[in-house]
């Protein structure tokens, strides 16, 4: 590298991250491009609420799936597929800076098959989780619950790292409890929708899954026990 010249950290990003964002933004290019009359003429505007209805998951999928003994492809993919659709540009930005931010980090520590099967398990289980809780009618969509879940593999690093160092392992939990703060905030003065279960899962099932698929694997979580 040439004196005075510096990386962009976007070159930085590990290829698994580019891997995740992949069909977020060819999702969000397509759709703003229907929006803003680029494409698909006029029926170009309505093109959101119908990928919406075609990918987003409805709670009651799962009841139905179990009930009826059915489970189709195009059932089941939706317990992936609505992570990869948002209500708007917006919605998909915030989601994919959560991504961007947590994915460099995590990735940094982790390999890529492991910061993709933490992304990818996130998003399956909180959908799971979503559709278990009982009177839920909200579908769930947009990639939260997989950035929550890379935000708890953060959380493993930093809680490994304060406990290396004697530190108060309770400081790594700091960002999940500011989200969660927010959350509290925008519900009481503008409402909330239920989503935050699955983003809740989705931060459990990262933060649990990183001992099975972090640096040193199960190996090194039984080696921590026994410590005990």
Known sequence: MQPGHHASP?????????????????????????SLGLAGGAGGIGWRNEALQRFALS???LDYMLASRTFSADDLMRFFTYSVVHGSLMHAVWAGVFILAMGKFV????????????????????????????GLVY?????????????????????????????NRNRAFS?????????????IFFGSSPDWIAEV???ATGFG????????????????????
């Open 209 to 228: 899954l990183s001992f099975l698929v972090g640096p040193g694997g199960p190996a090194h979580m039984i080696a921590r026990i026994r410590q005990r």
């Open 107 to 134: 990735g940094e520590v982790f390999s890529g098959a492991a910061v993709l099967a933490v992304y990818v398990a996130s998003v399956v289980i909180s959908a799971v989780v979503y559709s278990l809780i009982p």
């Open 59 to 61: 709670p009651a999928m």
């Open 139 to 167: 579908p769930l969509f947009g990639a939260y619950p997989g950035a929550f879940g890379l935000i708890g593999a953060f959380t493993f690093i930093l809680w490994t790292r304060l406990g290396a160092v004697h530190a």
């Open 201 to 203: 899962a989705g931060f």
């Open 10 to 34: 976007i070159n930085q990003l590990p290829p698994v991250v580019w891997l995740i964002l992949l069909p977020i933004v060819a999702m969000e290019l397509v759709l703003n491009a229907g």
């Open 175 to 187: 960002l999940i409890g500011f989200l969660l703060g927010i959350r509290l905030v925008f519900a």
